[in-house]
């Protein structure tokens, strides 16, 4: 299994601001992931972060508006530029290790934006 | 595209009762992975269980068993002995055995347990 720990636990942003969400874990993982749960709704898939090269960013989804780094297998931010209430969500990093079947997930970030 | 669909949004048991939630899929590939996670208000995605389809044998896991019927597509979850513990929001997840990684979700059902 695999520890993650994902700050800011939660945060109230300004409009137009942007926010640096960050993932860590314990252990190096082949895969990280980053999803987004709408109020009530289910998880959507934003992008999936590539260790040393861009995200793969799921449709309606884009690099402008969510940039992610991986700097090395255990590490990547997400961040949520110029922030409308639109983006009030729960943003949560996933990881799968190197030959596993599971995922695993973090606490998640709580954002919201007045 | 690959598409999961929990049809019952609310579900609600006696402690201690027996509880089924219904998980329905779309696919057009012959091996993948379904998985059952729990949220609870701490917001922390659980695995529950999870299924290879190359794999007749339903999934068990102490209190909580699958029912996986690959032709109906289908991947129902069973809560036996509920507790209150049990209580939370639970999503069904489809995952490709090659290619694209991601889990796809359905909607969630919310599962509450009466004392």
């Known amino acids: 299994s695999a520890v993650i720990s994902q700050k800011p636990s939660r945060d109230i942003c300004q409009r137009g601001t942007s926010l640096t969400i960050q993932c860590q874990v314990d252990s190096q993982v082949t895969m990280m992931f980053w999803y987004r749960q709408q109020p009530g709704q289910s998880l959507t898939l934003i992008a999936t972060?590539?260790?040393?090269?861009?995200?793969?960013?799921e449709s309606g989804f884009v690099i402008d508006k969510f940039p992610i780094s991986r700097p090395n297998l255990t590490f990547s931010t997400l961040t949520v530029s110029n922030m409308s209430p639109e983006d009030s969500s729960i943003y949560l990093c996933s990881v799968r290790m190197g030959g596993g079947t599971e995922a695993f997930f973090g606490q998640g970030t709580r954002l919201t934006v007045v | 595209a690959q598409t999961v669909t929990q049809s019952q949004p609310e579900m609600s048991v006696q402690e201690a009762e027996t509880v089924t939630l219904s998980c329905t899929y779309d696919?057009?590939?012959?091996?993948?992975?379904l998985f059952w996670y729990k949220q609870p208000p701490s917001r922390q995605m659980i695995l529950v269980i999870r299924?290879?389809?190359?794999?007749?044998q339903n999934a068990t896991e102490n209190r909580f068993s699958v029912n996986f019927q690959k032709a109906a597509k289908s991947f129902s979850l069973k809560i036996s002995d509920s507790q209150l513990g049990d209580a939370a929001m639970y999503f069904c997840a489809y995952r490709r055995l090659q290619g694209a990684q991601k889990l796809v979700f359905g909607q969630g059902t919310r599962l509450t347990i009466n004392p």
């Open positions: 696919t057009s590939e012959s091996d993948y992975y």
């Open positions: 972060a590539n260790q040393g090269s861009e995200a793969t960013y």
């Open positions: 299924q290879e389809a190359y794999k007749q």
